[in-house]
């Protein structure tokens, strides 16, 4: 299956992630956002203050999708709302 930016918030709404905590084809301050930028890349970042922290650029857009996916993932995961399978 392919992640892109028209999908990507079904994702992290199975992951159970609230919209109001990210952004999808712009920016939006203090959410993580996702961004296509004017020279074909796409951006992943921090929005606070009319500022981007930890800035991740990607070449893919679908990696840029599972890079905002795999961010909420682990924030879950560390945070006791998301349980790993045992094995």
């Known amino acids: 299956m392919v992640v892109l930016m028209d999908t990507v918030g079904g994702f992290l709404d199975l992951l159970g992630i609230p919209a109001d905590k990210y952004a999808i084809g712009g920016e939006t301050h203090e959410r993580w956002c996702l961004t296509a930028e004017d020279d074909g890349t796409w951006h992943v970042f ?42």
């Open 46 to 87: 921090w929005s606070e203050r009319g500022s981007r922290f930890d800035e991740v650029p990607f070449a893919r857009e679908e990696d840029a999708c599972i890079h905002l996916i795999g961010r909420f993932a682990v924030q879950q995961l560390t945070q006791g709302l998301l349980q790993a399978r045992q094995n």
